[in-house]
């Protein structure tokens, strides 16, 4: 099986509708951009990103999708940010990695939680191993600064998060 076969059978099992993907992957490619960032220059989220997110949704939901549905994936984000809490209390992950996961907990759909695991294991490897790799090369001098350069063990989620939200969303859009 070739990747482009692995990708095109991923996208056709899809759940979300495709144009709903398609207008959000739009929309929120922005505020992903500046969570990956964000998190990668100073190991935080901006509540401002995480509430951008949500905004999104809440304002283009109604849209692009029945309104029941839209109240169902609404019920998404309080579920994921109690499970956000207790994950964080736990030490397992930092609060605006828990509080990005609640905000785009809505754009995802239940029946698309198998490939959506796939996705973000394969996207935290790839973006773990990429973080590091370039922390011990020349290209780190791009961004010398960065805070997450010099933290030890921990690691800027933000950076699988927001590219796991996209890649999801890029693929629903196929």
């Given at each position: 099986m070739q990747i482009g076969d692995l990708i095109t059978g991923l996208?056709?099992?899809?759940?979300?509708?495709?144009?709903a993907?398609?207008?959000?992957?739009?929309?929120?490619?922005?505020?992903?951009?500046?969570?990956?960032?964000?998190?990668?220059?100073?190991?935080?989220?901006p509540?401002?990103?995480?509430y951008a997110l949500f905004a999104i949704f809440v304002v283009t939901?109604?849209?692009?999708?029945?309104?029941?549905?839209?109240?169902?994936q609404l019920t998404h984000m309080p579920i994921l940010l109690v499970v956000g809490i207790l994950v964080n209390a736990a030490g397992l992950a930092g609060a605006g990695d828990a509080k990005f996961v609640a905000a785009a907990g809505p754009y995802l759909w239940v029946a698309d939680l198998q490939p959506l695991l796939l996705i973000y294991a394969a996207n935290l490897l790839a973006a773990f191993v990429t973080?590091?790799?370039?922390?011990?090369?020349?290209?780190?001098?791009?961004?010398?600064?960065?805070?997450?350069?010099?933290?030890?063990?921990?690691?800027?989620?933000?950076?699988?998060?927001?590219g796991t939200l996209m890649i999801y969303l890029a693929l629903g859009a196929l």
């Open positions: 996208a056709l099992r899809m759940a979300i509708p495709d144009i993907a398609l207008v959000l992957l739009i929309l929120s490619a922005p505020v992903c951009a500046w969570v990956a960032y964000s998190d990668l220059r100073a190991m935080r989220i509540n401002k990103a995480v939901g109604p849209f692009l999708m029945p309104l029941p549905d839209y109240g169902w973080h590091r790799m370039v922390k011990h090369t020349p290209l780190r001098a791009m961004a010398p600064d960065w805070q997450s350069w010099s933290v030890g063990w921990k690691f800027p989620m933000g950076l699988s998060l927001a």
